[in-house]
């Protein structure tokens, strides 16, 4: 057995931050940031949304449009750098506020890359036996960890949650290929501001080289695509559609280029919602679904690139 997505689900803010928003408080205007990334605005946090409460209501809608009951789910598993709470986990905050009383929950960290590391490893529970029925959420909220002072970064990231609904089915073809490599964490990192020497305010924002994770991207990337689609025998055109990271629409273009791919094989949503770390491929794979464009039969893959660094890839087949 394998995991089936029956249900998918997504929730970003209500409050919309735009480029022109964004030069009124630093130096940067709306065309180079549409230039150099893709990217329009964003939906920022506000009132009483938290990384918690995207992240259930992205669960409800998966759940809804899977037709089951949120005492039917076996585990939650969710994927968060920035959750608004640290104990309990984000996904008992969950549990508790869709009422999935019969659930094992637990969070994981693999920044950008963590929605692809939290599918993969509820394929494994599956496979292995250990659940029937997994809620998989991507919840960000990096307006809290980003630096508004600093222009190369504050410009790329936004919050919001996705979720998929994966139940154990015969016949559903699933391969993944995952890394990481922490000698070259430095590119992306944040300081805890829980540490008993208090570190100085700017080291418990993201700080990131984006040079270095531009190049990181654009390698690693094609590399795990091309190493998932030997494990599967397929060349890259017999792929119907690549849900990538939504970080930089340039480092998609590129990717495509690089794999011999027209761009349309690329949904992108990039410049409606910027980076959401582990919520980009969830939040785009069901606006997708719910537009109808995901069908039955199609080959799909997902990939993922992050701090760590990390990056992955999973196969499915849409049933
Ligand atoms: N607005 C205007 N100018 C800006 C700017 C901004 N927001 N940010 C940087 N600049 C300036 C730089 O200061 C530099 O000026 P200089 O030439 O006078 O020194 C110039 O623009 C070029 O900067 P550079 O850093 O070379 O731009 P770039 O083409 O590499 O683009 C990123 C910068 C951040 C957009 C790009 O490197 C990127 O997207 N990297 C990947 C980041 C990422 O995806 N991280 C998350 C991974 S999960």
Redesign the pocket.
């Known amino acids: 057995m394998t995991g089936k997505i029956i249900g998918t689900g997504a929730c970003v803010p209500d409050k919309v931050v735009s480029n022109d928003d964004l030069s009124k408080i ?4 709306d065309e ?2 549409r230039e ?2 893709g990217i329009v605005r964003r939906h920022i946090i506000s009132g009483e949304e938290t990384t918690v409460t995207l992240a259930a209501e992205a669960g409800k809608r998966a759940l809804n449009m899977g037709g089951i009951a949120a005492k039917e789910l076996d585990m939650i598993l969710l994927s968060s750098i920035s959750s608004n709470v640290i104990l309990p986990c984000t996904a008992c905050a969950v549990q508790r506020l869709i009422g999935a009383v019969n659930a094992v929950c637990y969070d994981l960290n693999a ?2 890359s963590g929605f692809v590391f939290a599918y993969n490893a509820a394929q494994a529970h599956i496979m292995s036996g250990m659940c029937n029925t997994v809620l998989v959420i991507g919840a960000d909220c990096l307006s809290d960890l980003t630096n508004w002072k600093d ?3 504050c ?2 990231f936004g919050d919001g949650a996705g979720a998929v609904v994966l139940q154990a089915a015969e016949g559903v073809p699933f391969a993944f290929a995952m890394h990481s490599d922490g000698q070259r964490g430095g590119s ?1 990192t944040c300081q805890s501001r829980n540490q008993n020497n208090c570190p100085p305010l700017e080291e418990t924002y993201m700080k ?1 080289d ?2 270095e ?2 190049k990181f ?1 654009s390698t690693k990337v094609p590399a795990v695509l091309h190493e998932l689609l030997e494990k599967v025998s397929m060349k890259p055109e017999e792929i119907d559609a690549y849900f990538l ?1 939504q ?2 629409g ?2 998609i273009e590129i990717i495509a280029k690089k794999m011999g791919l027209d761009l349309s094989k690329f949904p992108m949503n990039v410049a409606e919602y910027a ?1 959401t ?1 582990s919520g980009t491929i969830p939040i785009l794979l069901d606006e997708v679904n719910r537009k109808g464009n995901i069908l039955k039969g199609q080959k799909l893959i997902m990939c993922s ?3 760590g660094l990390s990056w992955g890839a999973a196969y499915l087949e849409w049933q």
């Open positions: 630093v130096d940067t205007n180079w940031i150099r990334t920044a950008c222009r190369s970064s410009i790329l992306i990131m984006g040079k994770i531009f991207a990271h970080a930089n340039r480092i980076n770390s690139f992050g701090a």
